[in-house]
């Protein structure tokens, strides 16, 4: 064997063990950032139970289809407040909502809250034209933890 062949073959090897060094180097980068990033989109937070079907929870039509009225009776005992998140599709403005929070009084049993489907600014409304129904989401916080209710409602 001359020694041209030796070098070509000895460098040919160089360049395999480059290669397969580099092939496991950039493998390896990846499986982990494959694990950070699955790891990122597990969720982190607990699922929250569902409040205890004794709870009424109502929404009423008001103001020809302007308002709706939150009627909430008989909620756990220790609530401090209701956040509330209401969502709907508009006709001309896609999908809009309306959100806020109850603060409980001292043994307060039921809730009655206006809510207008639209915005209001200076006095004047721009009212909604809801199409379809209308998703109720609500939140109870108090001693007890926190608590879901969640209802599509036809208004």
Excluded at 12 to 24: C, D, N
Excluded at 100 to 119: A, C, P, R
């Amino acid at each position: 064997m001359n020694l041209g062949k030796k070098n070509l073959m000895i460098i040919g090897a160089v360049v395999i063990i480059v290669l397969l060094i580099g092939g496991v180097l950039v493998a390896s980068r990846r499986t982990t950032q494959l694990k950070e990033i699955n790891e990122e989109l597990l969720p982190t937070e607990a699922v929250i139970p569902t409040v205890d079907s004794s709870v009424s929870v109502d929404l009423i039509s008001a103001s020809a289809g302007r308002e709706v009225t939150l009627q909430i009776k008989d909620f756990p005992n220790g609530t401090e407040s209701i956040d509330y998140e209401l969502s709907y599709q508009t006709k001309q403005q896609g999908l809009q909502g309306v959100i806020g929070t109850i603060q409980m009084k001292n043994n307060e049993t039921s809730v009655d809250k206006t809510l207008t489907l639209g915005t209001c600014s200076s006095g004047a409304c721009v009212y909604h034209q809801v199409l379809g129904k209308i998703r109720l989401n609500l939140r109870f916080t108090g001693d007890y933890g926190d608590k879901v209710f969640e209802k599509e409602y036809e208004i």
